[in-house]
């Protein structure tokens, strides 16, 4: 069963960190593109952060660039994104999502609350 389990949202308060991961299970993790998502309120799913399958090549939304870093342990099946200088704007439900050819996997989200 493929299974991609986000874990480490939660509340914090603005320019505060947070790192979320990503446990990939019931496929070849190193051999896909891993991406972190994410969906605020009444706005479209936005692509945050991916990263290629050995993890040499990372892009970024110029939003998050230079504040948000995505990393992958292909041996653990898991990938990361560090979160820093968090914003209110970050507010967002953040998924997984793993990609192969015509494969194409998400994970059931994580909340990320940044107030004061």
């Known amino acids: 069963q493929v299974q991609l389990v986000e874990s480490g949202g939660g509340l914090v308060q603005p320019g505060g960190s947070l790192r979320l991961s990503c446990a990939a299970s019931g496929f070849t993790f190193s051999s896909y593109r891993m991406s972190w998502y994410r969906q605020a309120p009444g706005k479209e799913r936005e692509l945050v952060a991916d990263?290629?399958?050995?993890?040499?090549?990372?892009g970024y939304a110029d939003s998050v660039k230079g504040r948000f870093t995505i990393s992958r342990d292909n041996a653990k099946n898991t990938v990361y994104l560090q979160m820093n200088s968090l914003k209110p704007e970050d507010t967002a439900v953040y998924y997984c999502?793993?990609?192969?050819?015509?494969?194409?996997?998400w994970g059931q989200g994580t909340q990320v609350t940044v107030s004061s």
């Open positions: 999502n793993a990609r192969w050819y015509v494969y194409n996997y």
């Open positions: 990263i290629t399958n050995a993890g040499g090549s990372t």
